[in-house]
Nanobody, 121 residues
Framework: QVQLVESGGGLVQAGGSLRLSCAAS????????MGWFRQAPGKEREFVAA????????KFADSVKGRFTISSDNAKNTVYLQMHSLKPDDTATYYC??????????????WGQGTQVTVDS
C-alpha cells in the first residue's frame, strides 16, 4: 500500500516555472519507480516523466524534453517535477504514480489525486 499526495500546482504565465511535489507514504520509497502523468480536458492521460530505480535513469516525453526535470529526495520520500518554459499546452491535471522497481515496464500500481496546472497565454 502506497499513498501519494501531489502539491504545487497553480496558475502561471506562459514562459514561467512551477515545481510539483509528490509525497509518498511508507519507508520503502527507494524501491519504487516514480512517474508523472498529465491529462488535459478532452484528452487521454499521457506520460510526462519517470525515474527508474534499477536502471538509474530518467525518461521524458518528447513534448517536455529540455523543459522539465524529475528528481527524488529519498530522505523526504518525495519526488519533484520541475517545470520551466511553460506553455499553454502544458495545462492539465498532473498525477504522480509509483510501482515497485521489479515491475518496471508494467502499468503503475499507485496513483495520487492530481494537482491542477494552468498556463495562461
Amino acid at each position: 500500500q502506497v499513498q501519494l499526495v501531489e502539491s504545487g500546482g497553480g496558475l502561471v504565465q506562459a514562459g514561467g516555472s512551477l515545481r510539483l511535489s509528490c509525497a509518498a507514504s511508507g519507508r520503502t520509497f527507494r524501491i519504487y519507480d516514480m512517474g508523472w502523468f498529465r491529462q488535459a480536458p478532452g484528452k487521454e492521460r499521457e506520460f510526462v516523466a519517470a525515474i527508474r530505480r534499477s536502471a538509474g535513469t530518467t525518461k521524458f516525453a518528447d513534448s517536455v524534453k529540455g523543459r522539465f526535470t524529475i528528481s527524488s529526495d529519498n530522505a523526504k520520500n518525495t519526488v519533484y517535477l520541475q517545470m520551466h518554459s511553460l506553455k499553454p499546452d502544458d495545462t492539465a491535471t498532473y498525477y504522480c504514480a509509483a510501482r515497485p522497481f521489479w515491475k518496471s515496464g508494467e502499468p503503475y500500481d499507485y496513483w495520487g489525486q492530481g494537482t491542477q496546472v494552468t498556463v495562461d497565454s
